[in-house]
């Protein structure tokens, strides 16, 4: 079934949507839930929310790649996990998400001062990230903390390479004020 076929299953409220899409992508989201979670169960049970995030969210959303969509929802939702995971072993708090790209900009991790702002600069990349289209926060996301090459990304969602480096750019510069007038840089 085509990726288009399956978003107008959702469109139309029907279920098969949902055996339809896992069918074709829950090898991808597995993979994608166990690099960040580390087990199978935990995997699985994430996979299970992301097809419930799926359903809820398309409509209205309407996807122009329902591949890049499905990664988006199942690394956030993966990440998120994580999070908890963590959060729970250390009695609570949250996990600071990746930012090897950015690292000029968080502190050195090495004080409780740093620490606290390493966390709050995580959630207002997060706040971020909410705030672009799927195609830039997927490419965003691959890019940055799945350190994919853009090429690869490129190659991964059918897009051009050129369109990846500019995407990437523009997100980048628009991160950048951001985090200005959040008063974090």
Not at 6 to 22: G, H, K, N, P, T
Not at 67 to 88: D, G, P, S
Not at 97 to 125: Q, W, Y
Not at 138 to 148: D, K, L
Request: charged letters at 25%; a negative charge.
């Amino acid at each position: 079934m085509t990726d288009q076929q399956i978003i107008s299953l959702f469109q139309a409220r029907d279920e098969s949507a949902v055996s339809a899409l896992s069918e074709k992508y829950r090898k991808t989201c597995m993979n994608i839930a166990r690099r960040h979670l580390r087990s199978d169960q935990d995997a699985e049970e994430c996979v299970n929310d992301v097809l419930l995030k799926l359903w809820q969210s398309i409509p209205p959303a309407e996807p122009r790649s329902l591949e890049a969509f499905v990664v988006t929802v199942t690394q956030r939702t993966a990440i998120n996990m994580a999070e908890r995971v963590q959060a729970q072993k250390r009695g609570g708090g949250q996990a600071a998400a990746s930012l090897d790209e950015i690292a000029e900009a968080v502190p050195a991790a090495n004080s409780v001062e740093a620490a606290v702002s390493h966390r709050i600069l995580t959630a207002a990349v997060e706040r971020f990230l909410d705030t672009l289209s799927d195609d830039a926060q997927t490419i965003f996301v691959e890019r940055y903390h799945n350190e994919t090459a853009p090429r690869e990304i490129a190659e991964k969602f059918g897009l051009s390479g050129v369109y990846v480096r500019k995407s990437l750019m523009q997100t980048r510069r628009k991160l950048k004020h951001f985090l200005n007038e959040e008063g974090l840089l």
